[in-house]
C-alpha cells in the first residue's frame, strides 16, 4: 500500500473551519484515499472516502487535489468533540478487497474552546 | 443492533498467562478484523475473517496468538504464555463483505491488555 505522510499536531479553534493535509505522492490509481478518526478512548471510526473528485458527507469534506498526491480533509465548524486523531489511508476499494487498513501515527487534532 | 462490541474492556493479566478475548461484530458482517494498538502508535493489523475462514494472518501474530471465528459470528483472540510486550489495545472490526460496494469498517471499543 502507497505510504502518507500527515503532522503530527494541529490546533483549531472551536467552531472554526480546520484543514487535516495529507500528502501521498505514490498513490495508485485504483487507491482511494480514506479518512478515519479515534476519539480518546475509542476504537477508530469512519469519516470519508474518495477517488478523484471532492466529497461531502454530514461529518466532513475531502478536497483532493487534481493529480491526487494530496488530500485535505476538512471540518466545517470543529467543536470539543472533534478533538482526535485523524489518519488518512491509502488502500484499493472494491467489494471484492480484502481492506486491511494501514493506519500510520495520524495528525492529533486539539480544539480550544 | 448497536455495533461491535468486546469483551472484557480491560485486562490485567501476570506474564506466563493465557488470556482470552471476545468479540462480537455487527450482525451480517461477513468481515472481521483484529488489531492491536499500542500507545501512540495507529492500530496495526493482525488478522482477518471472511465469514469463518481465517484468510490473513499479520506476522505480528506469533505462535502464541491464536484467533478464531467458529461459526462466522463471534470471534475469540488467545495469547498464550502472555508477556509484557504483549501489553496494548486489542481491537476489533467488522465490514459487510462482498454485499457492500464500499467496506467501511466499524470498530468495537477495544480490550486494553496490561500484562505485569
Known amino acids: 500500500d502507497a505510504k502518507t505522510t500527515q503532522p503530527n499536531s494541529m490546533e483549531s479553534n472551536e467552531e472554526e473551519p480546520v484543514h487535516l493535509p495529507c500528502n501521498h505522492s505514490?498513490?495508485?490509481?485504483?487507491?482511494?484515499i480514506h479518512w478515519y478518526r479515534q476519539l480518546p478512548s475509542q476504537g477508530p471510526e469512519y469519516v470519508i472516502h474518495?477517488?478523484?473528485s471532492n466529497v461531502n458527507n454530514r461529518m466532513a469534506s475531502l478536497a483532493i487535489a487534481e493529480d491526487r498526491k494530496s488530500s485535505t480533509l476538512i471540518l466545517h465548524r470543529a467543536t470539543l468533540r472533534d478533538a482526535a486523531v485523524y489518519y488518512c489511508?491509502?488502500?484499493?476499494?472494491?467489494?471484492?478487497?480484502?481492506?486491511?487498513?494501514?493506519f500510520g501515527k495520524g495528525t492529533k487534532l486539539s480544539v480550544k474552546p | 443492533d448497536t455495533g461491535v462490541s468486546q469483551d472484557p474492556r480491560h485486562k490485567i493479566t501476570k506474564r506466563g498467562q493465557n488470556v482470552t478475548f471476545r468479540c462480537d461484530p455487527i450482525?451480517?458482517?461477513?468481515?472481521l478484523y483484529w488489531y492491536r494498538q499500542t500507545l501512540g502508535q495507529g492500530p496495526e493489523f493482525l488478522t482477518y475473517?471472511?465469514?469463518?475462514?481465517?484468510?490473513?494472518k499479520s506476522r505480528l501474530l506469533s505462535d502464541r496468538f491464536s484467533a478464531e471465528r467458529p461459526k462466522g459470528s463471534f470471534s475469540t483472540l488467545e495469547i498464550q504464555r502472555t508477556e509484557q510486550g504483549d501489553s496494548a489495545m486489542y481491537l476489533c472490526?467488522?465490514?459487510?463483505?462482498?454485499?457492500?460496494?464500499?467496506?467501511?469498517?466499524?470498530f468495537g471499543p477495544g480490550t486494553r491488555l496490561t500484562v505485569l
Open positions: 475473517f471472511q465469514n469463518e475462514a481465517q484468510l490473513e
Open positions: 472490526a467488522s465490514s459487510p463483505g462482498l454485499k457492500s460496494s464500499y467496506n467501511e469498517q466499524f
Open positions: 450482525s451480517e458482517h461477513n468481515r
Open positions: 474518495g477517488l478523484t
Open positions: 489511508i491509502l488502500r484499493e476499494n472494491y467489494g471484492g478487497s480484502q481492506g486491511n487498513l494501514i
Open positions: 505514490t498513490i495508485s490509481g485504483t487507491d482511494y
